[in-house]
């Protein structure tokens, strides 16, 4: 079945730093990927996607490649502040129209902390 | 400007007790989920409903029950809890299957 890995944390850094959190999946065809933000207390928000192969998402600074050849889809962002610290979730959904292909698939949550 | 509201934000059951977490949207979404949040487990999806009168089983169905008779209200019901229901749970609404999921707040069920 679907199956998202992404980097275990915490993931602590300082204010200015560069930050990756990888994310690798494994799905039939080609997936939507998503990465999704959650900040102490609240649901989680959308934060890019992107829907086939060599695709970029971006937001707030935050940028991700669809690589089809290596099936990732890292978290970049090259200068974090205080208010980025949250949990980070990589997700996919399965390609395809139907009801069944509307199941979100995360992965496991890395808590960023950014300390300024 | 509400979005999806989930009602409680948080409850405490005893063991064998039941209860109906509210999920409601006010954005004509027809599709509609519920994901149980747990440490080191990310989200996993309970049920779903691609639109009123439709509901299907995710991964992890077992314990929970819903029902979906309007497009705007997705409640999810414990018969009898259990302390392995002990949960964050997420109501999550989207206008069609590809496209962005907007979440509720979430709900902390506590089962002792």
């Known amino acids: 079945g679907d199956s998202v890995t992404q980097m275990e944390g915490p993931v602590t850094l300082s204010e200015e730093a560069f930050l990756t959190i990888n994310c690798t999946y494994t799905a039939t065809g080609y997936p939507s990927l998503f990465w999704y933000v959650q900040y102490p207390g609240e649901g989680l928000q959308l934060l890019l996607k992107?829907?086939?192969?060599?695709d970029k998402g971006s937001n707030k600074g935050f940028e991700a490649t669809y690589r089809k050849e290596t099936t990732s889809f890292h978290l970049e962002k090259g200068s974090v502040q205080v208010s980025d610290s949250a949990v980070y979730f990589c997700?996919?959904?399965?390609?395809?129209?139907?009801?069944?292909?509307?199941?979100?698939?995360f992965g496991k949550g890395t808590l960023l902390t950014v300390n300024p | 400007n509400a979005g999806v509201t989930q009602t409680p934000k948080f409850q405490v059951l005893k063991t064998g007790q039941s209860m109906t977490l509210q999920c409601a949207q006010d954005?004509?979404?027809?599709?509609m989920s519920w994901y149980r949040q747990d440490p080191g487990m990310g989200l996993r999806l309970i049920h779903y409903?691609?639109?009123?009168?439709?509901?299907d089983q995710g991964e992890v169905p077992n314990g929970y029950n819903v029902s979906r008779s309007t497009t705007e209200d997705f409640p999810l019901r414990l018969l009898s809890a259990a302390p392995s229901q002990t949960s964050v749970y997420f109501c999550?609404?989207?206008?069609?299957?590809?496209?962005?999921?907007?979440f509720g707040q979430g709900t902390r069920l506590t089962v002792v």
């Open positions: 409903s691609v639109g009123a009168g439709i509901t």
């Open positions: 992107a829907t086939k192969a060599d």
């Open positions: 954005m004509n979404h027809e599709y």
């Open positions: 997700a996919l959904r399965a390609p395809g129209s139907g009801g069944s292909n509307y199941k979100l698939t």
């Open positions: 999550a609404s989207s206008y069609a299957v590809n496209t962005e999921a907007f």
